[in-house]
């Protein structure tokens, strides 16, 4: 069965400095990924997605993440994050084939400090 | 122009009250799909239509019985809520079931 495992439950960073947010995935079959960020009290929002093709993906308000066949991974990047990227941010998978059903990792939560 | 719009946003009521919890979508979207955040925020799918068919039922209480009355609309009966059934539901649409999918902004649900 797939699952998705999100490797830290909370990262705090000063604003301005480079973040990364890792999610392994583990799938017998190809996958296509996301990653979602809920804002305090609010829903969620499609950050990037991998389908297929190159495996470096830019998503929105800065961020990227590169999918990694051979290490199941598919970890979020940000070269210089602000105050406004707290937030929780949530890897999901589903497997190619299957019937729209995503799995989504435990979230992690972004803590930008000034 | 909200694209997966659902209302009420907050849900206070008393066990064993029932309340129903709507979801419309505007982006022409073919399948629709309950999903709910607990009190960890981990998020699980609930069900899930195509075309007005369900598709997806996971281990759910009978308690929640979901309806779709054409594409656009999926909503979310609750009877004899438990304090357990507190938690943020959140609707969501994709173009067919091996798309993106889109989230609405959430219900948040406390059973008191």
């Known amino acids: 069965a797939q699952s998705v495992t999100q490797l830290d439950s909370q990262v705090p960073v000063f604003e301005e400095a480079p973040v990364e947010l890792r999610c392994n995935y583990s799938?017998?079959?190809?996958?296509?990924l996301f990653w979602y960020v809920q804002y305090p009290n609010q829903g969620l929002q499609l950050l990037l997605k991998?389908?297929?093709?190159?495996?470096l993906v830019k998503g929105i308000n800065g961020f990227e993440a590169e999918f990694n066949k051979s290490q199941t991974s598919f970890h979020l990047r940000k070269p210089s994050v602000h105050i406004s990227d707290t937030a929780e941010y949530f890897c999901?998978?589903?497997?190619?084939?299957?019937?729209?059903?995503?799995?989504f990792g435990q979230g992690t939560t972004l803590q930008v400090k000034p | 122009d909200t694209a997966v719009s659902q209302t009420p946003k907050y849900l206070v009521t008393q066990m064993g009250n029932d309340k129903s919890i709507k979801c419309e979508q505007n982006?022409?979207?073919?399948?629709m799909y309950w999903y709910k955040q607990d009190s960890k925020k981990f998020l699980k799918i609930m069900f899930s239509?195509?075309?007005?068919?369900?598709?997806i039922n996971e281990t759910v209480p009978n308690r929640f019985s979901p309806k779709s009355p054409d594409k656009a609309h999926l909503n979310l009966h609750i009877n004899s809520l438990e304090l357990g059934d507190s938690a943020v539901y959140f609707c969501?649409?994709?173009?067919?079931?091996?798309?993106?999918?889109?989230f609405g902004e959430g219900s948040w649900l406390t059973v008191v």
């Open positions: 969501a649409s994709s173009q067919s079931q091996r798309n993106t999918i889109y």
């Open positions: 239509y195509n075309n007005k068919e369900l598709i």
């Open positions: 999901a998978v589903i497997e190619n084939g299957n019937t729209g059903k995503l799995i």
């Open positions: 799938s017998s079959v190809s996958v296509y």
């Open positions: 991998y389908l297929s093709g190159s495996t």
């Open positions: 982006l022409g979207h073919d399948t």
